[in-house]
């Protein structure tokens, strides 16, 4: 059938009395009948059924003609039917309709019992360049749908300095319900917390629980004494978990001792635990490292939360962290083992005694050649212990992992002129070069940037690695082509044409 006769027979199909065929006859007109029959469509938008009216809803925005839409579409969006009223929003938005009307026409969608109208309805605010009514668009903050409370989030920031819409966030972070209330907190400046503090106080005892979770973010930041008496007050009546994590960590950071109570509490709960067990480590006395002993050696505790005891072991430092960690450094749990790693990184960057370096030394490179997921965990615990280095210069020798021979490279400093060790490190740096592995032969070119940047020069080695490196400004890596090009430029020779 041609488009002639297309057209014709939609024509003859708007007199049926079906509402579906003269629906389909409208859709077909606006596909096919061009800006001839604007009128045709558009004067189906008073059709007695809501199909039909959706249907000319669709074809005008088919037919992109501005002009004919904004007489029409702004009326249809205030249809009584949520479906014509959202084809009316999404075909207004399709022609980028402007004006006073169709603004208008938005900002009541945004009201509208139909998710799908709310987001049309924002998305053609912010074509427009209009926050609607600020009440409405605040109050979006709490919708249950995230295409629409985000789309509101955006449009409320965009807006953040007009005077309507930054009233009633603050209206809303005073006493607004719910998840608006807290999204609202979280758009306000920082500055604003010391002006709201009456109602963050009165805010902690919220029957929502992100609420409370978004006043104590800002009152951890309020210097004012009430402030965290209030918070620890909170804490000891606290039943949800989550807002017990936060407010766990806050205080803990704070190294408020009233927080040991509460921790031990929570010690065992699956998703507060790990924040109880660093609530502790920052409360840093005899009782709450007497309970971080006990979540780290207890196998009935969580793992996370073991982790989390781990960490906070190491940095607590206590006289027994290191044979506390070094006793659960094999754990089956991978995230066991990744805290107690975690926990010695923070015992050897805060020093370790005497008779505790070569423990942690062997422990260490014993964990760091068995390789895995924690390789570079490993070696970044191991960074600054020199008793480990005889250890680490055998498996930058021999290890067969490539990760491992990388890491064991990047630990290798070669910078001291008067170390015996220095010139072997240059070989093995010169040696990385040819390294079938991208990593090794990255770290390698590092450590050769770590000499020069050091010494000046790479002395007997430079022949060599000058003609190694030129060659390496060609490497497939980027990252690689350009560390060579950079000990290059350092040793002052460029590449080689």
């Not at 999404?90 to 402007?98: E, I, M, P, S, T």
């Not at 031990?264 to 709450?288: E, I, M």
């Not at 996370?304 to 070094?326: I, M």
């Amino acid at each position: 059938m041609g488009t002639d006769h297309q057209i014709a027979f939609f024509l003859r199909e708007l007199a049926a009395t079906d509402p579906a065929r003269r629906a389909v006859a409208v859709k077909g007109l606006g596909k096919a009948g061009g800006a001839a029959y604007v009128r045709v469509v558009a004067g189906a938008a008073d059709d007695p059924a809501p199909a039909v009216r959706a249907a000319a809803a669709l074809a005008l925005g088919r037919l992109g003609i501005p002009e004919a839409g904004g007489e029409v579409l702004p009326l249809l969006m205030d249809d009584e039917d949520p479906g014509v009223r959202r084809r009316a929003s999404v075909a207004a938005v399709r022609l980028g309709l402007q004006g006073p009307a169709v603004t208008r026409a938005f900002a009541r969608l945004l009201s509208d019992p139909d998710h799908h109208a709310r987001i049309n309805a924002l998305e053609g605010l912010a074509a427009l360049g209009a926050p609607g009514d600020a009440t409405t668009l605040v109050g979006l903050l709490g919708d249950p749908d995230s295409a629409v409370w985000g789309r509101a989030r955006t449009l409320v920031y965009r807006w953040k300095d007009d005077t309507a819409v930054r009233a009633e966030v603050i209206r809303t972070a005073r006493q607004g319900p719910g998840a608006a209330r807290a999204r609202a907190l979280d758009l306000l400046p920082e500055d604003c917390s010391e002006r709201l503090l009456e109602s963050l106080l009165a805010g902690l005892g919220d029957p929502s629980p992100a609420v409370r979770i978004a006043v104590a973010r800002r009152l951890f930041d309020v210097a004012a004494p009430q402030a965290q008496d209030a918070l620890a007050a909170t804490l000891r009546t606290e039943r949800d978990p989550e807002t017990a994590a936060r407010l766990l960590r806050g205080l803990g950071r704070l190294g408020d001792e009233r927080v040991t109570g509460p921790a031990v509490r929570w010690l065992r709960d699956p998703d507060a635990g790990a924040s109880a067990a660093c609530a502790l480590g920052g409360a840093d006395t005899g009782t709450a490292a007497a309970h971080l002993r006990t979540a780290l050696t207890d196998e009935t505790f969580p793992a996370r939360t073991r982790a989390a005891a781990a960490r906070a072991v190491g940095a607590g430092a206590r006289w027994d962290a290191v044979w506390l960690l070094l006793a659960v450094l094999d754990d089956p749990d991978d995230e066991i083992r990744a805290g107690v790693i975690d926990g010695l990184e923070a015992l050897v960057e805060n020093g370790l005694r005497l008779w505790e370096r070569h423990p942690v030394a062997w422990a260490l490179v014993e964990r760091l050649e068995a390789g895995g997921k924690h390789t570079w965990r490993t070696r970044n615990a191991l960074d600054g212990l020199t008793q480990a280095l005889p250890a680490v210069r055998r498996l930058a020798d021999e290890a067969p992992s490539a990760e491992v021979r990388a890491a064991a490279l990047s630990l290798l400093a070669g910078d001291d002129e008067t170390d015996e060790h220095t010139r072997h490190d240059l070989r093995r740096f010169l040696r990385g070069l040819d390294d079938p592995y991208e990593a090794v032969r990255y770290e390698a070119v590092l450590g050769l940037e770590r000499l020069v940047t050091a010494t000046g020069s790479l002395h007997a080695g430079s022949e060599e690695a000058h003609s190694r490196l030129t060659d390496l400004t060609a490497d497939a890596s980027p990252r690689l082509r350009q560390a060579a090009t950079r000990v290059l430029e350092a040793l002052g020779t460029g590449p080689r044409a």
